[in-house]
Each structure stands twice: as structure tokens, then as C-alpha cells.
């Protein structure tokens, strides 16, 4: 059995099948979609490597797959499960801000998305860390470091930290709710 249910944990899953039935847990996202996905995976106890392997390497074909804790799986759901719309708000926002800056709406959103998507893919093909990337584009006094500076003072680092963490915090609480219902 797969279960993409958020916030509903294995041992709630094991409990309703037999004792010899294979559960995994899978935390997917909407990227997945167009190839490009992210599922956190976490096996229950009769999982076996075999059918473990085939969970991931069926998953795999639709994006990125890791294996995780089931302590884990609040945060993957709120980092990766919660996570494209609040990528989806920071491309429109720079849109927007393209907009605002002088371009067509549609050349804003088009150059918003391809570079949100264009960074993602540096950090994982290229293995770059996200702070070697924007030293790669900050020139001292420059117009990356000017917006960067706008950025911190307006708290977006903050923002999208505790954006990540009250996701996962709900989903901890789903959690919590469906054990005590198991009960």
C-alpha cells in the first residue's frame, strides 16, 4: 500500500491492513506533474527492500525521491509538500515586480519562471549551494546586491523559513489527530 495522505502516519496506516501487508508512506508535490517532482518516502515495517526499491524507482520517473523518518515526514510535507505555492508566490511576485518595473505581463511571469527554475536546476545538477549562486550574481554596489538588500529588509529569508515551519507544524498536528483517533 502507498499513501500519499498528509498527516495520516504509518502507524495508523499499518493498523488498518493486515500485519504482513507492505505500507509506505510518500509525501509528493504538484511538480510532479511534469516530471519534475519531489516525494519523500518513508517504509513501514514489512516493507521490504524489494518493494521499497520499486515505490522509488516508480515515483522516480515523476521527479526526485529521498527516503526519510517517519519523524521526518511533517517537515518533508512541509517543505516539499507545501512548497510549490510558496515558490509559486515568490514568481509573482518578482512578475509582478517586473510589472512594475516596466515589462508586459506575460514577459515578467515567463522571465520570473524560468529563472526560479533555471537556479533550481544550478543547485541540483551543478551541486551549487544557493549562497554560491547569488555571490556568483552580487557585484558590490551592484543591482543584484540592491535588491538583495530590499529582500532582507523586508524579511523574506524569514518569511519563507517560517512559512516551511508552520506547514510542518500543521502537519504535525494532522498527525497528532489521526493517532488520536486510532485510539
Known sequence: VVSMAA???????????????AV??????TPALVGAGAF???PGKSVTTEA???????L?????????????????????GSGPAFAAVMIEAMADGG?????????ALNLSAQTVLGTAQMVLERQVHPAALKDMVASPGGTTA???????????????????VAAAQRSKEMTEQALSKKK
Open 7 to 21: 498527516g495520516v502516519p504509518l502507524a495508523v496506516l499499518e493498523g488498518n491492513v493486515p500485519p504482513q501487508v
Open 24 to 29: 509506505v508512506r510518500v509525501m509528493p508535490n
Open 40 to 42: 519523500a518516502v518513508s
Open 52 to 58: 521499497l526499491h520499486f515505490v522509488k524507482e516508480m
Open 60 to 80: 522516480g520517473t515523476m521527479g526526485l525521491v529521498v527516503e526519510v523518518t517517519e519523524e521526518q515526514m511533517d517537515a518533508a510535507t512541509g517543505l516539499s
Open 99 to 107: 510589472v512594475r518595473a516596466g515589462l508586459p505581463r506575460s514577459v
Open 146 to 164: 540592491a535588491g538583495l538588500a530590499a529582500l532582507e529588509r523586508h524579511g523574506l529569508r524569514a518569511a519563507a523559513l517560517e512559512a516551511v
